[in-house]
């Protein structure tokens, strides 16, 4: 790992399992925040974004396939590996991994959602929460909160506050055995729900879903601000 605790692509992979995975990432936000930019396609120290999300999970033996959801042409990043694959995205972000879910042809034993905006997802939470869905538990990497949270009405209203040692901040991958995601994404597609965390799908039909420390580095590039703190964490991997 690079100096400051900050992840990089090239750490050491575990040994191969069992367990094979398939990656699904939806990149087909339309990215309003940072003022309608496709931001996995931006640019962070020679490689997108989306080269940036990407390389962790390539650099794994267990990784049979990923799966691009995009509404723009994305090919360039579908010529690095044999294992990943472009396909059209959706209009919500459930759209997209739904539809990646659709394409989804190696039969591996786990499915993994990574956010195409989260370039630098640590390597060891993506082992832990493998190793986890693995023993058929769904895996959510993340942080735990340090401010306390408030809950509020519609007028904004403190309604009460929640104990911080309960809360964590998702990020992702998410990971999950794959016939619990199936059934998952089947249920949502039936009921008309469009969930903005995959989780919350497993968590709808009772499975045990659990949280797996991550790093804070592992943000998610929706600000401008955001954009200017990747662009120096990828000059330091980069080094």
Partial sequence: ??????PGAAEAVPAPRTATVAVIVPAAGSGARMGEVRKPFLELGGRTVLEWALAPFLARDDVVEI????????????????????VAGGASRFESVA????????????????DAARPFPPAAAIDACIRLAARG????????????????????????????????HAQTPQVFP?????????RCRS?????????SMLEEIGAEVRMVEAAASNFKITHPRDLALAQMVAAELSQ
Avoid: C, Q, Y
Avoid at 178 to 186: G, N, T
């Fill in 137 to 168: 538990t769904g895996a959510v990497a993340g942080i735990p909160a340090i401010d306390t949270i408030k809950r509020v009405d519609a007028e904004s209203r403190i309604a009460d506050t929640p104990p911080r040692a309960t809360l964590w």
């Fill in 191 to 199: 009921n008309g729900t469009e969930p903005t965390d995959d989780a």
């Fill in 1 to 6: 790992m690079k100096p400051g605790g900050l």
């Fill in 99 to 114: 539809n990646g879910a659709a394409a989804l042809r190696a039969g591996a034993s786990l499915v993994a959602v990574h």
């Fill in 67 to 86: 799966v691009v959801a995009a509404t723009e042409d994305a090919s360039g990043v579908a010529r690095t590996d044999p294992r990943v694959r472009v």
């Fill in 178 to 186: 794959h016939s619990l995601f199936r059934r998952a994404v089947e």
